[in-house]
C-alpha cells in the first residue's frame, strides 16, 4: 500500500480500511485463490482507488480552487531502502507515480513486494504472458520517464 | 556518469529493499476500527428498514399523484382536441 501510495499516513489509513475489509467479507472468500492473493488484491484495488480520489482532487482543485488549492506530492522515500540508494530510489518513486495504473501495480507487486509472476497474476486476474509485458512496458517508461528527467537536469 | 547509467542505476535503486514494518499504532487503530463496527451492524439494519419503509411511501405517494395527473392530462388533451378539431379519423 505504501509503494502505491507514497505517503505513510495515507498508507496507514488505507491500511485499515484493507484490514475493516476483510474482516467483512472473509465470509465470502471462496477459496478460489489463496488468502495471500486475495489479501493483496484487497489492497491493490483499495491503493489504485484512493490513488485515483488523490487525482480527482488535484484535477478540481486546479479547476475550481474552491474544493482545495492544488499540491504537488511530496518526495517520497521507502523506509526499507538502502541508505546509498536514496537520491536514485526518489527519482524512480516520482517516475513510477507517471505509470499507467496496471503497470505500476505489476511492478510494485513485483519490485517491492518480491512477488513471482504467477502471484502477480493471480492478484491481478490476468495470465502471466500479461504481467511479463506489464512489467516490460512499465520498464520502458520509466526508463523514458527517467531519461526525460536526468536530461531536464543535467547541468 | 552518463544519462544510461543514471537510468540503470535508479531502476536498480530499490532491488533487494526492505519491506516497511507498519506503526506500532495500526495494530490498535484496527482494533479499534472492528470494535466499533460491531454495535453499528444493528443499527445500521434498523436505518436499512428505515430507508426502505420511506422509499415505498413515496413511491405510492408518486404513483397516486401520477394517476391522477394522467387523468387530468388526459381531460386537457380532449379540450385542446376539440379545439383544433383533430378527431380520430380511424374509425371512417
Known amino acids: 500500500v505504501l509503494g502505491f501510495l507514497q505517503q505513510p499516513q495515507e498508507a496507514e489509513d488505507i491500511a485499515q480500511d484493507v484490514f475493516v475489509r476483510i474482516y467483512q467479507s472473509i465470509k465470502d472468500f471462496r477459496h478460489e485463490s489463496g488468502l495471500g492473493t486475495w489479501i493483496y488484491r484487497i489492497a491493490v484495488t483499495k491503493s489504485l482507488d484512493q ?26 522515500l521507502h523506509p526499507g531502502i538502502k541508505a546509498e540508494q536514496k537520491e536514485n530510489s526518489i527519482v524512480l518513486f516520482r517516475a513510477m507515480n507517471k505509470l499507467p495504473e496496471n503497470q505500476k501495480a505489476a511492478f510494485i507487486l513485483q519490485k517491492l513486494e518480491g512477488l513471482s509472476q504467477e502471484e502477480i497474476a493471480s492478484v491481478m486476474k490476468t495470465t502471466v504472458s500479461s504481467v511479463e509485458s506489464l512489467i516490460q512496458r512499465a520498464k520502458q517508461n520509466l526508463r523514458k520517464y527517467l531519461k526525460e528527467y536526468y536530461t531536464q537536469n543535467e547541468q | 556518469m552518463n544519462n544510461n547509467k543514471k537510468i540503470e542505476a535508479a531502476i536498480s535503486s530499490i532491488d533487494g529493499i526492505e519491506r516497511a514494518s507498519a506503526t506500532p499504532f495500526l495494530y490498535s487503530k ?62 371512417y
Not at chain 1, 51 to 76: A, T, V, W
Not at chain 2, 36 to 49: A, E, I
Not at chain 2, 55 to 64: D, E, K, R
Open chain 2, 30 to 91: 484496527i482494533r479499534n476500527s472492528l470494535e466499533k463496527m460491531s454495535p453499528d451492524s444493528g443499527r445500521f439494519s434498523w436505518n436499512l428498514v428505515f430507508v426502505l419503509l420511506l422509499v415505498a411511501a413515496l413511491n405510492v405517494f408518486t404513483l397516486t399523484s401520477f394517476s391522477g395527473t394522467k387523468q387530468i392530462k388526459s381531460e386537457k388533451a380532449a379540450v385542446v382536441a376539440g379545439d383544433y378539431e383533430m378527431y380520430d379519423t380511424s374509425e
Open chain 1, 51 to 76: 490513488l485515483r480520489k488523490n487525482k480527482r482532487r488535484r484535477m478540481y482543485g486546479s479547476i475550481f480552487p474552491f474544493f482545495g488549492k492544488e499540491e504537488e506530492q511530496p518526495d517520497f
